[in-house]
């Protein structure tokens, strides 16, 4: 169970990197609003179907997987584990689940590629410096990265009470070894009272961006754009017209606005307004494989699962991650058999509760 290695990570990591890979924003009501809102929905499932051999394959913006699982964009996995993205690239590819690697990762985007067998996308802030962006852009196109993934819902690093508190900032050792060290000195140090992640925040990121600026980014690369941190409908439509590839309904793991809609609750009617114009995935709270279920009867094409993965690296590395990753695919794959549901396909909204679906329509 996802728990086990969830209570050995605990045990490995020092409390700061524990709270700074756990800990949410503001109150922190957002860390379990999403798990809340996935338990509030029950599965109906359906008898005397053929699920005699059930297949969880299925592909997403091209790429073959597994099953609809993908791995969230996380910065420095080198503070679960001294290998970081690239045991977890690794994990991945033996999984056969997509990676999201971070503009923040601690390894570089070439190394974290060799050691992967299975697709890669790359995530991007919006920094001032466009120029750090393109080339970003381009060295991951050049990689074989299959997509560029903008989070668009961190104008500015939300509050964090327990960064704050410990003075969190990314240890010297560690480093964001994609991007100018001169643009990341401000994320290191320990200043008590005070986040350096919020301090590089302040300092790097552009929140002067508009819709009309995504184009400039697709000047950059041919990959697909994706955006991360959509929660609304009419922002689901605002992509669609600008051309994106991809929505990621996000709650940005409970770290950014605090009493927010949990991303489950937004999804059907983000993916009622895309109308099937671009791929949908669930970024929030996923733990079991009965949750990738709920979120494809909810609208969504794939899930990404982030913190689990982490836990597992700290657990056992590569090992751990992949075992994380495996332990979601089968037990989804369970759950096909048990709902009457052979393929990703088969489940629509029909297969949950229907009283507990804000905003869906049937």
């Keep these: 169970m996802l728990h086990e290695y969830e209570a050995m990570a605990r045990e490995r990591l020092s409390a700061p990197v524990w709270d700074f890979l756990e800990g949410g924003s503001g109150t922190e009501s957002m860390l379990s609003a999403g798990r809340k809102a996935l338990d509030r929905i029950t599965l109906r499932p359906r008898c005397l179907v053929d699920v005699s051999h059930c ?32 045991a977890t690239a690794r994990a991945a590819g033996e999984a056969g689940a997509l990676f999201t690697v971070s503009m ?14 299975g697709p890669l996308w790359l995530q991007l802030y919006w920094l001032r410096s466009r120029e750090q962006l393109a080339v970003l852009a381009r060295r991951a196109e050049a990689a074989g990265y299959q997509a560029l993934v903008l989070t668009v819902d961190a104008p500015r690093v939300a509050h964090r009470p327990r960064d704050a508190r410990n003075g969190f900032g990314i240890p010297p050792d560690i480093r964001a070894v994609n991007v100018d060290p001169a643009m990341m000195t401000a994320s290191h140090g320990h200043r008590p009272g005070e986040s350096a992640i919020a301090r590089h925040s302040k300092e790097q990121f552009d929140s002067s961006i508009t819709w009309e600026d995504l184009a400039w980014l697709r000047e950059q690369t041919s990959l697909p754009l994706v955006l991360k941190g959509v929660l609304t409908a009419e922002d689901s439509e605002c992509a669609v017209k600008y051309g994106v590839d991809g929505i990621i309904v996000s709650n940005h793991g409970g770290r950014q606005l605090d009493f927010a809609r949990a991303a489950p609750d937004c999804l059907p009617e983000i993916a009622e307004a895309a109308s099937g114009r671009c791929a949908i995935i669930l ?34 590395g590569s090992d751990g991650a992949a075992g994380v990753l495996r332990l979601l695919i089968d037990e989804f794959d369970e759950v096909m058999a048990l709902m009457g549901a052979p393929t990703p396909r088969d489940f629509t909204p029909s297969g949950i509760s229907r009283s507990v679906i804000p905003g869906m329509h049937f």
């Design 55 to 86: 297949d969880p394959r299925t592909t997403l913006l091209g790429a073959a997987l597994t099953a609809p699982l993908g791995i969230a964009p996380m910065a420095y996995h080198q503070l679960a584990h001294p290998e970081g993205e690239v």
């Design 104 to 117: 923040f990762a601690s390894r570089s985007l070439e190394d974290i590629a060799a050691a992967a067998s």
């Design 283 to 316: 970024d929030g709270g996923i733990r079991h494989g009965a949750d990738i279920a709920k979120a494809l009867c909810l609208g969504a094409d794939a899930v990404f699962v982030g913190r689990p993965v982490l836990w597992g690296l700290a657990h056992s």
